[in-house]
């Protein structure tokens, strides 16, 4: 099986950027409304990566059909300016030990490039690998190849290597 990183898009240069909000690691709620500043012709992406893994409704609804252990909380950004408001979601992913000794860190601990040992993945499509000094959203091809025929907007898909290859 073939796995890929989940990044947001950094060539977007005008996405919407949630402020006022307390999304640290140990935020827990049903709900919440993230105040946004909708600027001329900003953009909803479909996955943000700060404050936390965000995706919009559409992006759930496929992710929810490959993985049924994500758990979700409602985020409704609002523009109290404008007027607007829109339903993302807080995505809440099984975390995998499953980087390889075969994985090349920057000296500052970062990773240059991440290898992971496929036997230590199961049979998960979608989980987060937390490195020494980051974090990363990974998807097996099923659910990569499901993404890339949609139209979602600020995804980018980066090819893992895999553990002996």
């Known amino acids: 099986m073939e796995y890929f990183i989940v990044r947001q898009d950094q060539s977007i240069t005008n996405p919407i950027i949630p402020f006022k909000t307390d999304l640290d690691d140990t935020f827990v709620c049903s709900s919440v409304f993230g105040e946004v500043i909708e600027k001329e012709n900003a953009v909803y992406l479909d996955y943000l990566e700060k404050p936390r893994r965000i995706v919009s409704d559409d992006l759930k609804g496929l992710l929810v059909k490959y993985e049924d252990n994500l758990e979700f909380t409602a985020i409704v950004f609002t523009d109290v300016k404008k007027g607007t408001q829109r339903v993302h979601w807080l995505m809440d992913i099984v975390k995998k030990n499953c980087i390889s000794d075969e994985t090349i860190y920057y000296p500052d ?6 290898v992971i040992d496929p036997k230590k993945v199961e049979l998960d499509c979608i989980f987060q690998v937390d490195g020494k000094k980051e974090s990363f959203t ?8 499901s993404m890339l025929r949609r139209p979602y907007l600020g995804i980018q ?3 893992v290597k895999l553990q002996g290859r």
Do not use: H
């Open 138 to 145: 990974i998807v097996n091809l099923d659910v990569a190849e």
């Open 109 to 114: 601990g970062q990773i240059k490039e991440l």
């Open 157 to 159: 898909l980066q090819r």
